[in-house]
């Protein structure tokens, strides 16, 4: 069957657009960035230089993602170095691996083991490079916040759509926790009769997964991994592959990881479900949850009625 060309719409009922609180979330990322990339300060300096005119010129309308791929596409391009989190990224993986059986077991025991695999895999998304979130720290964050659940609970809803799916686009995000996403699909693949793909991006960005680090984990073992053909923190769908847009046109339902997808898709008329740790304030107020809480949140529920604050 020949595959249908996929257009999309620029307007959309809801934009997450570029705050003014983001800026210097990008600089430093550049800092951070330039400083894996070379150790030499006069490189790294005019790195920041170079960031700091792109952000002075920026689009008001412009995502997140656009303009962090913005400022990374020039961090490579001065330093000469296009993957400077490739080293970090190998540990994240490696560390993660370690506690994947155990952590399996656990989820098994779980009365509810979907629900415990998808927790996990939110608060896996708070895996980070800083030092204080390593991952024993998600380990130890895990046994905590599970009895704590969703600050934004729309766990029901994605059970119902899940039932009635052929099936699921799952849009991954960052290394290490994609350990905690292969969990997670494991435990769809076993319990749904369901296609799932797991999408990664298409050359390397900041800690985001791409088919190097499926292959790393064997994610590609259990699920068809593809790109999405593109090296933005999100999904930009006027930039991604045919590949990609066909199935994120044609898929029943769509899991969406992490910040950098949600910033991006958050717009979307699509039955979409973000799951994610809070991680800014900008994403909080957005969502209406606070800093580090869980968020299992359906695109087309925009109130309030599944906010965990209401029942407080």
């Known amino acids: 069957m020949e595959e249908v060309k996929v257009r999309f719409p620029r307007e959309r009922f809801y934009v997450m657009r570029t705050h003014l609180d983001c800026l210097p979330c990008f600089l430093r990322q550049a800092l951070e960035a330039a400083r894996m990339a070379t150790h030499n300060e006069g490189i790294q300096k005019k ?11 920026i689009s008001a309308q412009a995502s997140p993602p656009e303009i962090a791929h913005l400022v990374h596409l020039r961090v490579k391009s001065i330093t000469g ?11 994240q993986n ?3 691996l370690q506690y994947e059986s155990t952590l399996s077991s656990q989820i098994a025991e779980m009365s ?14 708070a895996i980070d490079l800083a030092p204080n979130c390593s991952i024993q720290d998600i380990y130890k964050r895990y046994m905590e916040m599970i009895s704590r659940g969703f ?9 119902k759509k899940l039932a009635r799916s052929k099936s699921l686009l799952y849009l991954g995000d960052n290394a290490g926790e994609i350990v905690w996403d292969k969990i997670l699909v494991e435990e769809m693949v076993e319990n749904f009769n369901l296609e799932i793909t797991y999408v990664v991006r298409g050359f390397p960005i900041l800690n985001d997964v791409t088919v190097e680090d499926a292959h790393f984990v064997k994610m590609d073992k259990i ?26 046109q044609r898929s029943d339902l769509i899991l969406s990881k992490g910040q950098g997808n949600y910033e991006s898709l958050s717009g979307e008329n699509r039955s979409i479900f973000f799951l994610l740790t809070v991680k800014c304030p900008v994403i909080a107020e957005d969502i209406h949850c606070k800093i580090g809480e869980l968020v299992l949140k359906s695109q087309l529920n925009r109130g309030l009625s599944h906010h965990r604050d209401e029942y407080r």
Do not use: T
């Open 151 to 159: 600050a934004w609970d729309d766990y029901e809803l994605f059970l």
């Open 81 to 91: 170095n296009f993957d400077p989190y490739r080293e970090i990224k190998k540990k």
């Open 112 to 125: 509810d083991s979907l629900k415990a695999a998808m927790m996990f895999s939110a608060v896996g998304n």
């Open 47 to 57: 790195v920041l230089n170079s960031v700091l005119s792109i952000l002075s010129n």
């Open 223 to 248: 699920v068809k991994v593809i790109s999405n053909g593109f090296d933005a923190p999100g999904i930009l769908l006027d930039r991604c592959s045919e590949e990609f847009l066909n199935k994120y």
């Open 94 to 96: 490696e560390m993660a």
